[in-house]
């Protein structure tokens, strides 16, 4: 009687086991997404590693890979919240946490490399952090999108600095040649050494300054046109003028340049003297913030582009060649793999993916590449 109940119970517990290994296995192969046949991918929980010092990151506004595959990040300080910066308040609420310097360098494997950031001498740290981006020599551009950010700041990878176009306080408008507003995004064009501005979430247009000294080199708006600031309804496909913010501002290997025109839900194209190209639309009925957040080529033949879609909680597969959408990962939701906002998009030379969410989604994910 006892070898029968034993016998049983191993029964029991060997079914029990194959159920848990079946189901992790489905479990694990519903988070491979992407594209019929185009590339796929999944998420890595375990990225980033935890941080140290008892630190937390707030709204993460911008993610950037360098040419050795490390990966950066900005967040905002001020968007920890009182019940997750518990440790710092005086008495203390609780034993975690202390918010992160807002830049910080992570390898691939999502090991901490450095962290520096805030307000220093010699140049005006925004007030809400936004876009950074590194350039070939591995300088660091970011900039801000509080109602007084209207610069962009330069700094070396350690934190030392380099550079400021603009300056806080009153913006000039979408034609001044001298000031910023509230910029979101910049690329560089190495062969010319010109930074590429999306400027913003005030002004609607792209300009472009030399990299060394910012110098005013040109500007345009949406078509190619003069910029306007006058008020236009948002969610227009057809708009004459770029909506705010102007969000994103991607250099191709073919010379042209890739522009977000978030709340327009599209995407327009330009040579890089802003003689205007083309347009795509992606999800055209969408309302709240738009489309289109973010852009990123899958990898170095750039056959594919990955968009990041902050409404909807989804990034988009096209086919560069075509515009056309072939496939999508993420949702909506908190779980590793979904997404709350997110808001922007890097690619490293493994074709991983990371991604960042700003509100309250404050994080940053990775997805490895399936071939």
Known sequence: ???KHLYIALIVALSTLWGFVT???AQVSNRIEGAVNGPKYSVDPYWPKPLPNNWILGQVSGVAVDA???VWLIHRPLTVSDDEKGATLTPKRSKCCVAAPPVLQFDRQGNLLRAWGGAGEGFNWPKNEHGIYIDPQNNVWLGGNDASDHMILKFTVEGKFLLQIGSPGKSLGSNSTTQLGRPAHMNMDVPANEIYVADGYLNKR???FDASTGAYKRHWGAYGSVPSDADMPSFNPSSPQFSNP???????KDNTLYVCDRANNRIQVFEKNGKFIKQMVYEADTKGSGSVWDLIPSDESQKYILIADGTNNEVHIVLKETGERI???GRSGRNAGDFHWVHNIAVDS???????????????QKFNLHR
């Open 246 to 252: 102007v969000h994103c501002v991607r250099l191709m």
């Open 350 to 364: 493994q074709g991983s993916v990371y991604t960042t969410e700003v509100d309250n989604g404050k994080r940053a």
């Open 327 to 329: 496939g999508s990962f």
């Open 68 to 70: 050795k595959d490390n």
């Open 1 to 3: 009687m006892k070898s």
């Open 23 to 25: 189901v992790s296995h």
């Open 206 to 208: 792209v300009i472009v």
